[in-house]
């Protein structure tokens, strides 16, 4: 099992690119600067230093950021805040910090990718709970983080868009979807956009 905290502790994290998904920030292009949040607070799980969680709020969207790892959070609160964000420590999977009301939006920025598939399906859980009825589940995937042919025990772990359909099916209904035209040197191609929409209970 990975050591998040110990991964940043010791600044293992290739991951962290110092700006939000550029993915994000088509989607938001795409959608006028007003992507389907569902007009409440969204949630950010594995949100790492947390940029994507800025250029969200930074459009007057409140976002809560999650991380497992006390040292991601503490690195995102280091960075002035633009908005209504917020940030927390803790476990997605933990149910003990899910609010009741939920959320109306959530962005999946390599935080599936990073997650054990054998507990995939508790992502799907998780984002069945969070997200309240007619609300929003959207994301960039990183279906192939791993190199052709590299044999990984990973994190990263690859997917594939079927999987992820498969997963969120009995709460989601894909309602659009593409390969984004931008993303970070060496993703071209690689990732998946992806909006969801929460059915009715
Ligand atoms: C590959 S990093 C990506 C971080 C951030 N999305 C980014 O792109 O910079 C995966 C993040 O997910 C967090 N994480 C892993 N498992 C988690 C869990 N069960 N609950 C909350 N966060 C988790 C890790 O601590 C880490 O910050």
């Not at 700006?19 to 994000?24: G, K, T």
Request: aromatic share 14%.
């Amino acid at each position: 099992m990975t050591d998040w905290e110990f991964r940043y502790r010791h600044h293992d994290t290739p991951w962290e690119k110092g700006s939000a998904a550029p993915p994000l920030l088509e989607l938001m292009e795409r959608w006028n600067a007003a992507p389907p949040w569902g007009g409440g607070e969204v949630l950010a799980p594995g949100c790492g230093f947390g940029h994507d969680v800025r250029v969200i709020a930074s459009t007057g969207v409140p976002v809560l950021g999650l991380d497992l790892a006390a040292a991601a959070v503490e690195g995102a609160r280091g960075f002035p805040s633009v908005g209504q964000e917020r940030y927390l420590q803790a476990d997605l999977f933990d149910r003990s910090w899910w609010p009741a009301k939920g959320f109306t939006g959530w962005w999946e920025h390599t935080c599936f990718c990073a997650i054990d598939p054998v507990d995939r399906p508790r992502y799907a859980e998780a984002a069945g709970a969070l997200v309240r009825p007619g609300g929003w589940l959207c994301g960039v995937f990183f279906l192939t983080p791993n190199e052709r042919g590299e044999e990984s025990c990973g994190p990263p772990f690859d997917s594939t868009i079927g999987e992820i359909e498969g997963l969120l099916a009995p709460w989601f209904e894909r309602v659009d979807a593409w390969v984004p035209t931008r993303s970070y040197p060496g993703r071209e191609g690689r990732e998946w956009v992806a909006i969801f929409r929460r059915k009715q209970d």
